[in-house]
């Protein structure tokens, strides 16, 4: 070889060596592998908070003879709300076909069938700076817990045919058409006022918290309800299911920036704070009612301030963290016990009072903690303006919850009924529905 074309030669080898995707024709994928290893972990966490987190928070707290069912509740829902996400469930949530900024059609508020059975998704295909397979991953997660969080508010007395029927056509008529308002992009209809929801305020905690109010109240009072004593069986079990829960909530709210960043740093960092101020919050207020605090509560004012602070993690720093936890324990601790306890409606688990208000509370109060002048990180906030699109979306996804809600479970009640026979539900549905108990005597 030419003694002169040697440097040429060995610069070229050496870039070969040391960039290999270059080499191959790949430096241009807009695939970023620190955000798809984040949200792969991220994918993981939110699963881990249904199975075993949920499970395991709700199973603790009913009776001895319902554990099981509870299990088997979100167990199940987990498997049925997969295969119904693959079919239909995010087309319909993120298909953009016919969408626009600023058209309101039908398109705005249900996505089409274009991306039926995942057609289209591939390894290849891209969403951002992740595979578009792993957006479908992390999206049918949160499919997964919406519905299963619905469950406890009326656990040991729905037919578990009737929970299956229940959970799954509300899925598909509510969650699917609220996700693709607020997160289906341009042309969604919440999406394009603004509102804020990175993870689910209005998308998860207020569809499921008004959705379980209604069914609870549809499906009636335990027969032993307010009269008699209900306790839990197993709280070290719920202590657990509560910090499996706040461990996952970190890929919930860190990983849906869907990137491997500062703001997702900052979003798990804020929703720590949120759930240690609710904590405190709610053992304190506890400690000064009761005489003495109480676990129970702390892992439940835990849970509000995580509901809470969803929606706004994206947004505010660490001052409205501790404002919304605080706020969220409050509110929270004032419906489950005196509102509760008012108007005598059994939201056996309190999915209402805590995942319904805590929602409320975060997708109002970012408004205001989401301006720079108050730690937050949007730019250019004006906060009664905010505040009014944040009410409006509020209104819709009640509005819409309600009334589908409705409808699917007069339907149910009208044909396979909603309710178990009495004595089942003296002996206890792990026996009745399952055939089987979750303790040997």
């Known amino acids: 070889m030419h003694s002169s074309r040697k440097p040429l030669f060995i610069g070229v080898f050496l870039l070969a060596f040391l960039f290999p995707s270059l080499a191959l024709g790949q430096g241009s994928s807009p695939i970023d592998t620190g ?3 984040w949200i792969l972990a991220s994918s993981a966490l939110v699963l881990f908070m249904t199975i075993p987190g949920l499970s395991l928070f709700y199973a603790g707290l009913v009776r001895g003879r319902n554990v099981l069912s509870v299990l088997m509740h979100c167990f199940v829902l987990t498997a049925l709300m997969s295969v119904i996400w693959l079919v239909v469930g995010y087309s ?5 076909v016919g969408m626009e900024s600023g058209k309101v059609g039908l398109n705005a508020f249900i996505g089409g069938l274009d991306k039926f059975f995942l057609k289209g998704v591939s390894t290849s295909s891209v969403s951002g700076t992740i595979p578009e397979i792993l957006l479908v991953l992390f999206q049918m997660t949160f499919f997964i817990i919406t519905p299963a969080l619905m469950v406890g508010a009326f ?13 799954g056509l509300w ?5 699917l058409p609220v996700c693709h308002m607020v997160w289906g992009g341009d042309g969604g209809y919440l999406f394009d006022m603004g509102v804020i ?7 998860v905690h207020i569809t499921a918290g008004v959705g379980a109010l209604l069914a609870c109240i549809l499906v009636g009072k ?14 070290p079990m719920t202590v657990t299911g509560a910090a499996m829960l706040w461990v996952g909530w970190f890929g919930f709210n860190g990983g849906s920036g869907l990137a491997a960043n500062g703001d997702a740093a900052m979003a798990i960092f804020v929703t720590h704070i949120s759930a240690s101020c609710a904590a405190l919050g709610w053992m304190f207020i506890e400690w000064m009612k009761n005489g003495k605090p ?13 509901a809470a602070i969803t929606p706004a993690s994206g947004s505010v720093g660490p001052l409205g963290a501790v404002v919304i936890g605080l706020v969220s324990t409050i509110l929270c601790f004032w419906m489950c016990t005196a509102i509760k306890s008012k108007f005598q409606y059994d939201d056996s688990l309190d999915v209402f009072g805590v995942h319904g208000i805590g929602g409320l509370v975060g997708t109002v109060l970012v408004a205001f903690f989401g301006a720079p002048a108050l730690g937050g990180r949007v730019e250019g906030l004006e906060m009664g303006k905010q505040l009014g699109v ?21 339907i149910i009640d009208k044909t396979i009924g909603l309710r178990v026979d009495e004595s089942d539900e003296v002996s206890g549905l792990d026996l009745s529905s399952h055939g089987e108990t979750g303790y040997n005597d």
């Open 197 to 203: 929801d990175l993870a689910g305020g209005l998308v």
């Open 390 to 410: 944040q009410l409006f979306a509020v209104v819709v996804v009640t509005v819409v919850t309600l009334v589908v809600s409705y409808v699917i479970l007069k």
């Open 171 to 175: 899925a598909i008529f509510v969650y």
């Open 92 to 96: 319909l949530a993120f298909s953009t």
């Open 155 to 167: 656990v040991e007395r729905m037919k578990f045919s009737a929970m299956l029927w229940f959970c």
């Open 222 to 235: 335990r027969r032993d309800y307010p009269k008699g004593q209900i306790l839990p069986h197993n709280l």
């Open 35 to 37: 955000d798809t290893a």
């Open 294 to 306: 109480s676990i129970l509560g702390t892992a439940t004012g835990s849970i509000a301030g995580l």
